[in-house]
């Protein structure tokens, strides 16, 4: 979709596809061979250090590009902040799987079909770089970013699958209102487009394999949905105290009003049938936002294109809005730019604040044919111009983890 904020977001409204065939790695003898990388990459975006990153994966290059990004963006590239009232909590998955080389050593330790244990250590030990395989950590780019600006705050990662980074943002502003920090750079980064990612979806029947048309693929909400499409990308936002923003003359995009957390308690890779726990966590986004459901103006939904997401997202947010639900505009934007996995929730957040600032709900693209099970207001296929004071998004993952943020236009 871009490398630039508004480049991506421009793309959204006007309904634009950024899934197409596989090039990161050979996806021909796969089920799913396309998804939504992220193309044009230079690394001049890392800055002038960029050899510093030549063992890192995609994943936390991106993730340095887009920190270094959202700093310029806050006025924090040049400003003195505490080191120590500075932190950073991502939501990152892992770093980019080497599978050459894991074939490699598994076929130069493979003695008449089976597999000999001390030739594949040898192997591996030959073969394999320390860093690299340091760098497949997800705690990496928090690390990373951490000592590029400083930041001697809290540190921390979380990978609470398809949730991670909408959780890091709530957690990230739930350290600022208690006090432990005044700034927190806060976000996600995640690709999962690699041989082990694919299989891994694959193997769960997870993923769309609508392959002979690409941008048609990711349809969510629409009756003849068949799975999702893999994204990539980083996504990273400034959280900071109000006083100590106003102190720098900060421009203030918006406020994290809300942040509801909870977990299924059901199965691994099922969403609870009556979405228990997505009613209640964005109840308690609700509440701790001291909103009521009237006030929410757009529903940025996870919206994965799955036959059972869908459904139950759509139940849920009926179960919490009631009557009103009918009438919020509810967009998922995985339809045009596919699940960027971990980094998904703060991507999504990023979209709800443009949605306040511009007054404007982005489409959910390639819905054609209605799903009665699914009969919310769903922005189709074109953007649409709205009164947009509280957005909500909406983050859900495997494990059964649920996460609502609540984000408002500021008013001084």
């Known amino acids: 979709m871009g490398i630039d904020l508004e480049s991506v977001w421009q793309g959204l409204l006007r309904g634009e596809s950024g899934v197409a065939k596989t ?27 960029h050899d510093r990153w030549k063992y890192s994966g995609r994943h936390t290059r991106f993730g340095i590009a887009a920190a270094r990004m959202a700093m310029e963006h806050a006025g924090l590239q040049d400003k003195d902040i505490s080191p120590t009232r500075f932190g950073v909590y991502l939501g990152a998955g892992e770093g980019q799987q080497d599978f050459d ?4 050593m598994m076929a130069s330790a493979l003695e008449n079909g089976e597999l000999n244990v001390a ?68 976000g996600g980064t995640h690709s999962m ?63 994290i009003a809300g942040y509801g957390s909870t977990a299924d308690a059901f199965r691994i890779t099922d969403t609870h049938p009556e979405g228990r726990g997505a009613i209640r966590c964005m109840q308690m986004a609700l509440d701790d936002a001291g909103l009521n459901t ?50 998904a929730g703060a991507t999504e957040l990023i979209i709800c604040l443009l949605a306040i600032r511009d007054g404007v709900a982005p489409p959910t693209i390639n819905y054609e044919t209605p799903d009665p099970d699914c009969d919310l207001d769903y922005v189709p296929n074109v953007a649409r111009e709205i009164r947009c004071h509280h957005a909500l998004t909406n983050s859900f993952g495997f494990g059964g983890q649920n996460v609502a943020l609540i984000t408002s236009r500021f008013v001084n």
């Open 193 to 255: 487009i690699h041989p082990f990612g694919v299989t891994g979806f694959n193997l769960l029947t997870a993923l769309s394999t609508s392959n002979d048309e690409p941008t048609k693929a990711s349809r969510p909400f629409d009756l003849h949905r068949d799975g999702f499409v893999l994204g990539e990308g980083a996504a990273m936002v400034v959280l900071e105290e109000l006083e100590h923003a106003r102190a720098r003359g900060a421009q203030i995009l918006g406020e």
């Open 119 to 186: 030739k594949f250590t040898k192997a591996g030990i030959e073969t394999l770089h320390p860093v690299a395989e340091l760098e497949q950590e997800p705690n990496m780019p928090a690390g990373h970013i951490a000592s590029l600006f400083n930041a001697q705050g809290p540190n921390v990662n979380c990978l609470t699958a398809c949730a991670a980074s909408s959780q890091a943002v709530g957690e990230a502003t739930e350290i600022i209102r208690r006090g432990d920090a005044d700034v927190m750079l806060s």
């Open 101 to 104: 080389c894991f074939t490699r």
């Open 294 to 343: 009237e006030d929410i103006h757009y529903i940025n939904a996870h919206g994965t294109s799955t036959a059972v997401n869908d459904r139950v997202e759509t139940l849920a947010i009926k179960q919490v809005f009631g009557e009103q639900a009918a009438q919020i505009p509810v967009s998922s934007t995985k339809s045009m730019m596919g699940h960027l996995i971990a980094a």
């Open 23 to 49: 090039t990161v790695f050979d996806a021909s003898h796969f089920p799913t061979q396309i998804s939504a990388e992220v193309r044009d990459w230079d690394d001049a975006l890392l800055g002038a250090e």
